[in-house]
Nanobody
Framework: EMQLVESGGGLVQAGGSLRLSCAASGFTFDGYAIGWFRQAPGKEREGIACISSSDGSSYYADSVKGRFTISSDNAKNTVYLQMDSLKSEDTAVYYC?????????????WGQGTQVTVSS
């Protein structure tokens, strides 16, 4: 059974950094894409970053471009989201999900989410 588990969330001051992890089990990341999403209270879910193992391509939403970095460690079957220069508007529950490639945008197997709170 494919599963994803997010971790690394927490409370951080504006301008600070956090690194989120998305650990995969039941499948190997090689051959898939992992996307990071977030949902703030009262707002729709937003796709913010994605990495495809097939060609190493990565994508970022404009709202996080230049501040967040997505990477993968195939040996650990884990995808990371390094978040720097955090802003209060980054406060949300962050989720990861699986797809065949970032461009397909048919994500599934969602994790339980990890809360990120940025205090101003």
């Amino acid at each position: 059974e494919m599963q994803l588990v997010e971790s690394g969330g927490g409370l951080v001051q504006a301008g600070g950094s956090l690194r989120l992890s998305c650990a995969a089990s039941g499948f190997t990341f090689d051959g898939y894409a992992i996307g990071w999403f977030r949902q703030a209270p009262g707002k729709e879910r937003e796709g913010i970053a994605c990495i495809s193992s097939s060609d190493g391509s990565s994508y970022y939403a404009d709202s996080v471009k230049g501040r967040f970095t997505i990477s993968s460690d195939n040996a650990k079957n884990t995808v990371y989201l390094q978040m720097d220069s955090l802003k209060s508007e980054d406060t949300a529950v962050y989720y990861c999900a699986v797809d065949s490639h970032c461009a397909v945008y048919h994500f599934h197997t969602w994790g339980q989410g990890t809360q990120v709170t940025v205090s101003s």
